[in-house]
């Protein structure tokens, strides 16, 4: 890993980890661009989440200590509960199904990317006229069904090009949620989601070394995440907060998903 994909491998995974429009589909574009996929790709990507988690913990520590208070001196164990019934599906189909993902070429496939971010994208262009359930005040009032059914709708960002922010927001919205509630309940579990992942990978002794030989591009790569991530997550919660929000976002995964398309059918 040479510093300069170091530099825009973090650049692109803070700027669109919460932007939903799909980190994992914009750094296999950019992998691409840049040469094609190294053999440690997807190792490097794990460990460069590291920058975004911390960029969510900064924005979010007053929420994390409101949680933290509500269980450990109120114990009041709803909101926290929903958090973790949501992360069960992912865990699950993540365990189930990450050797898979990680070896078949269909999941790192430019065409499997470009659709799922296309069929994603046009998701939010109808929203507004997808069947939603009675709205709800805020994510606090989320009952576990619908908790449970934005994990499983989470699951879907196991394909790349899809958008875990994005899977979960719409599924938020068609729960009843509006676009800040939704994209705040998203956020909230990528917290947790993206702890385990971390976890998972220091088990590995392969891990650690590979962290050990490229600290100097991981280290550079995660500040880079964090000072972008930051700045991404800021600009997104004040832009959901404006009508046709979504939609924007849509139209913008549509037309990406639709040169990508163009440019491999010319190889």
């Avoid at 709800?136 to 958008?163: N, R, V, Y």
């Avoid at 971390?198 to 991981?218: D, H, P, V």
Wanted: charged content about 15%.
């Amino acid at each position: 890993m040479q510093g300069y994909e170091a530099f825009w491998l973090g650049l692109t995974q803070g700027l669109t980890e919460f932007i939903p429009i799909s980190s994992s589909g914009h750094l296999e574009i950019l992998q691409e661009i840049m040469g094609g996929r190294s053999a440690d790709f997807h190792l490097f990507l794990e460990f460069i989440n590291l920058g975004t988690f911390i960029a969510l913990i900064i924005y979010y520590r007053k929420r994390i200590a409101e949680i933290l208070k509500e269980v450990f001196v109120k114990h009041n164990f709803k909101f926290a509960g929903n958090i973790i019934i949501t992360c069960i599906p992912v865990v699950i189909a993540g365990i189930l199904l990450s050797d898979l993902i990680e070896s078949n070429w269909f999941f790192s496939n430019m065409i499997t990317i470009a659709c799922a971010m296309a069929i994603i994208g046009i998701l939010m262009i109808l929203i507004e006229k997808l069947p939603k359930m009675k709205p709800i005040k805020d994510d606090k009032h989320l009952t576990w069904k619908k908790a449970l059914g934005i994990g499983c709708a989470q699951c879907l960002a196991l394909i790349p090009g899809t958008s875990r922010s994005g899977s979960t927001i719409l599924a938020g919205r068609i729960a009843g949620l509006n676009n800040k509630s939704a994209a705040d309940y998203s956020f909230t579990v990528s917290i947790v989601v993206m702890a385990g992942v971390m976890c998972k990978s220091l088990l590995s002794e392969s891990s650690r070394a590979y962290i050990a030989e490229n600290w100097q591009m991981l280290t550079l790569a995660n500040v880079v995440a964090l000072i972008s991530g930051l700045i991404a997550i800021h600009f997104v919660m004040k832009f959901l907060e404006k009508k046709g929000s979504l939609e924007a976002f849509g139209w913008y995964r549509v037309v990406i998903a639709a040169i990508v398309i163009i440019f491999e059918l010319l190889k």
